[in-house]
């Protein structure tokens, strides 16, 4: 059996959804899917410089402007990882700081939303559906910035609605989510479920463009998974060699720090010439 690409991967969601001659599925997804309002839509994402081969495999990237001062930029994550997140971080970021510099001033009234589309959340029993992350003080009572947020969708918790769709207590939240549930239906499933909401155009559209491109072989990976494999472990060593070398500095200048110390040079001048705070320059005595 051929694979069925759909939309739990990044590349086939950008493929279908993010197509600036025919924006029907992502005013539709935004709209109905997000739950955001949609004044006017416009892709941005020629206007990025491309600088990294990673971003090199970003070429239709769902850079969105959704209303004059609202951008949005939505991911989907096959899995979780600090890899991963990191990485989706940094091209957030990237896209906050292009702005920034277009505009030539620190901008606080345009509104940045990264949307990560995430399976292989741990699971956790406190776990949400939906989680909007945002730069607070340690009690969270105090915003750092207030017009960037990160919101993650815990997609496996949605797709597992499907099993539950004609459980009446599940009704409402199937209701809220399922356009972000067909995501990651295969054919099968999403043949079923188009065949019960036939009434739906968005649903029926969804099932014909994706069936399509699976068909007509479209959605050949931009990335496939042994280069994303690659590209996470190689990540993975750069950190680590990063914190081996800083924690050869420091074991170096402790070490220089004990010499000083037996040579009973006073404290005040050894964090001078080792940047090490006093308090642990003591506590190498």
């Not at 999403?190 to 014909?208: A, V």
């Not at 081996?244 to 040079?265: C, H, P, S, W, Y």
Request: hydrophobic content about 35%; overall charge negative.
């Amino acid at each position: 059996m051929e694979k069925f690409y759909n939309c739990r991967y990044d590349m086939a969601f950008k493929l279908l959804f993010c197509n600036d001659t025919d924006t029907y599925l992502i005013e539709k997804f935004i709209l109905n899917g997000l739950h955001m309002e949609v004044e006017k839509l416009e892709f941005l994402n020629k206007e990025l410089a491309i600088d990294f081969l990673e971003e090199r495999k970003k070429i239709v990237d769902s850079l969105i402007r959704i209303d004059d001062n609202i951008y949005l930029n939505v991911e989907v994550n096959s899995s979780k990882s600090k890899e991963k997140a990191l990485r989706n971080y940094c091209y957030f970021q990237k896209i906050i700081n292009s702005n920034t510099k277009k505009n030539e001033d620190y901008n606080i009234t345009d509104k940045f939303i990264q949307i990560d589309l995430t399976y292989g959340l741990p699971k956790t029993g406190n776990q949400k559906i939906v989680e909007t992350y945002q730069m607070k003080n340690e009690d969270g009572s105090l915003l750092y910035v207030d017009n960037v947020k990160m919101i993650e969708y815990d997609m496996d918790k949605i797709l597992d609605l499907w099993y539950h769709r004609n459980d009446k207590d599940k009704q409402e939240e199937i209701e809220k989510y399922k356009y972000l549930m067909m995501l990651g239906l295969d054919r099968e499933k999403l043949r079923i479920f188009s065949e019960e909401h036939k009434e739906d155009e968005f649903i029926m559209t969804y099932r014909k463009k994706i069936e399509e491109a699976n068909d007509k072989k479209q959605f050949e990976p931009f990335l496939t998974y042994a280069e994303d494999v690659r590209f996470q472990i190689n990540t993975a060593r750069n950190i680590g060699k990063e914190e081996g070398i800083e924690k050869g500095r420091v074991e170096e200048k402790e070490e220089t720090a004990r010499n000083m110390l037996r040579d009973k040079v006073d404290i005040a001048l050894i964090s001078r010439y080792t940047n090490l705070p006093t308090s642990q320059i003591m506590s190498l005595r």
